[in-house]
């Protein structure tokens, strides 16, 4: 990434000149964090002693029988999804920034259930926003997050989902940035957004593939993970990234598709590939995974797309369906719908060993699953 | 004279709503060329967005909306306000070559902060959160005239005038020659009045698309009223 904030044609900050002092502060606010040992140590400790990490790497035997499948455990992970690594290092760097009140967006209401779970350790006032549709089919995070002590804010216009809730939490941010940070819950958002967050996941590609080496004595062919923003997918590819042998697959819901049919166009604050229509005009996209309902990706994918590095494919929502119930039956895992994308891609692969990461867990999802 | 600016979502009755401002005492008329997700817009604008949208108010049919309003109001400025996601779509130097030929007389990009493609001329925000740096980054590269935020915040009616703008009027004015016109949050004429006593001049958005609703009579009555308060005010 260069010093502007951009991979390559996509990223930057294109936001009103009222965030552009924060976003700056930001950036040297988590500079400096990066270069202080005790920063990363405290995120060390944080990791081991309440998020649960490491997480472990699961072999799955029966899934694809014809593969030597791993599965990385971030539904293992406290509150069920890789969304914490993030939330707990933005809400370090929150601490550090002396910002004492948190607003983020949430679909699939992982993100949300992560940020109120760190505010709630570490005495934030926490606000979440969420499209009404979302608080619907995620009803059981709804709860949680009420639990935690974050107020949850219906948005209701558009199409209630994780586009308009992302909007309305940056129009939050505007009017009160100087008391709070956004807490951004994918690698998308303006410079230096998409950073933070594929650092802080990036945890995940470290530890998995030491763990894979360990398990198998050398790396696997592909590694493969659901993108929606692309947070997950990019912590685990940041692990594999340079070594060249190695296939990054990325898989969108097939209606979400941001990176296999959108445009450059500009969304949330960045240049990236998106949805859109010829005029710039963002356009929905579907999915029955909430955590995949967005039209936009982060930047960096776009990036590793057009550079050939990653490969993204589709998998449908009947696709995801099943392969959420084969998971479960032959695994003895529920996984989240988001990652049942992933794994729906799994068997057809031309590669034997095949590293898959496991976003989340399936608990939130059992309403939507058991009514189709 | 304090310079009073009239903020107008287009459509199919854009130009006679325009026209009709004009007769209220407008000096300058932005129109705004809908996106799907206007970040630095609160709910009026962006509502009037989704609806001009819905009626089909794409880039082109904007574009041939300011030229009508250009035909009706050849001697008045005429600025689009956007987001940089229909530029990016258009093609940056055409949009600025094809809004040119239409009639505008600038731009306004609400999402595109000073420093960032310095090579498109346009009117520049800053608002009570930029440093003075950032201050001086805009002033030097604005068109004309420096459009003052006054709140931190997004568009959209509030009661009162905002305490940051006085503040901002004097950082800005230790800057810059360049008129400066407050814009964000002002919508009755007390308001009106209060801001063009502070800056060169006012911006009325959301209040102005609200009463547009009722038709070019309500809406030259209304811009009357915020002439008279703007005019009250003793300029020396
Ligand atoms: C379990 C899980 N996986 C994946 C995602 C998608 O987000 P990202 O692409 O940023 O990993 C979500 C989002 O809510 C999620 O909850």
Redesign the pocket.
């Known amino acids: 990434m260069t010093s502007a904030g951009l991979y390559g044609a996509y990223g930057g900050r294109y936001v009103p000149e009222t965030l552009v002092p924060a976003l700056d502060e930001l950036d040297s606010g988590w500079r400096a964090a990066r270069a202080d040992a005790s920063f990363q140590a405290e995120l060390d400790e944080l990791g081991r002693t309440f998020a649960g990490r490491p997480t472990p790497l699961t072999r799955a035997e029966r899934y694809a029988s014809d593969k030597r499948l791993y599965l990385k455990r971030e539904d293992l992970l406290h509150t069920g999804?890789?969304?914490l690594n993030n939330a707990l290092g933005q809400a370090v760097l929150a601490r550090r920034l002396s910002k004492r009140r948190i607003v983020a967006e949430?679909?699939?209401g992982?993100?949300g259930v992560a940020t109120a779970t760190v505010c709630a350790r570490f005495g934030l006032e926490c606000v979440v926003y969420m499209g009404e549709e979302d608080m619907r089919r995620q009803r059981p995070n709804v709860e949680r997050m009420n639990l935690l002590g974050a107020e949850v804010r219906p948005v209701e216009f558009g199409k209630r989902t994780l586009k308009e809730a992302t909007s309305e939490a940056i129009r939050d941010w505007i009017t009160n940035v100087e008391t709070t940070h956004y807490l951004i819950?994918?690698?998308v958002g303006p410079s230096p957004y998409p950073e933070i967050v594929r650092e802080l996941q990036a945890v995940i590609g470290r530890e998995s593939r030491a763990q894979f080496l360990q398990a198998e004595g050398r790396l696997p062919e592909v590694v493969v993970a659901?993108?929606?923003?692309?947070?997950?997918?990019i912590g685990i590819f940041a692990g594999f990234i340079d070594d060249a042998g190695v296939r990054l697959l990325g898989v969108e819901a097939a209606d979400a598709a941001s990176l296999g049919s959108g445009n450059a166009a500009v969304l949330h604050g960045a240049r990236s590939s998106v949805l859109s229509d010829a005029d710039g005009q963002i356009t929905d996209a579907h999915s029955i995974s909430?955590?995949?309902d967005y039209p936009g990706v982060g930047p960096e994918h776009a990036w590793l797309r057009d550079s050939g590095r990653a490969d993204y494919v589709g998998a449908t929502d009947a696709e995801a369906l099943a392969a959420f119930r084969d998971l479960t039956r032959l695994e003895g895992i529920i996984p989240?719908l988001?990652?049942a994308h992933a794994l729906a891609r799994v068997r057809e692969l031309d590669e034997e060993l095949v590293l898959v990461c496991l976003?989340?867990r399936g608990d939130k999802d059992l309403a939507e699953v058991l009514a189709q | 004279m304090k310079t009073l600016i009239v903020y107008l979502m287009s459509g199919s009755e854009t130009p006679e709503l325009a026209a009709a401002a004009v007769e209220g005492g407008a000096d300058l008329v932005e129109l705004g060329f809908p996106f799907s997700d206007p970040l630095a817009d609160g709910p009026v604008i962006r509502r009037a967005a989704e609806r001009a949208l819905g009626e089909g108010m794409r880039t082109v049919a904007c574009l041939e909306c300011l030229a009508r309003t250009h035909e009706l109001v050849p001697n008045v400025p005429l600025v689009p306000m956007t987001y940089s996601a229909l530029l990016e779509a258009y093609g940056w130097e055409r949009f600025a070559t094809d809004a040119h030929d239409a009639g505008a007389s600038s731009m306004i990009l609400a999402d595109l902060p000073a420093g960032e493609r310095p090579e498109l001329k346009r009117i520049q925000l800053v608002a009570p959160t930029s440093t003075d740096e950032r201050l001086r980054i805009a002033a030097e590269q604005t068109d004309g005239w420096l459009y003052l935020v006054t709140v931190t915040g997004t568009t959209g009616t509030r009661t009162g005038l905002s305490p940051a703008l006085a503040g901002l009027v004097t950082r800005a004015r230790a800057i810059t020659d360049a008129p400066l016109y407050a814009g964000f949050g002002i919508s009755t004429p007390d308001d009106a009045r209060a801001a063009a006593g502070l800056a060169d001049g006012i911006v009325v958005g959301s209040r102005a698309v609200e009463v547009a609703e009722g038709g070019p009579d309500a809406l030259r009555e209304y811009v009357c009223t915020l002439r008279e308060a703007v005019d009250s005010v003793v300029t020396n």
């Open positions: 999804a890789h969304k949430t679909g699939a992982q993100h819950g994918s690698c659901c993108v929606g923003g692309g947070s997950n997918a909430a955590g995949l989240a988001e990652p976003s989340g």
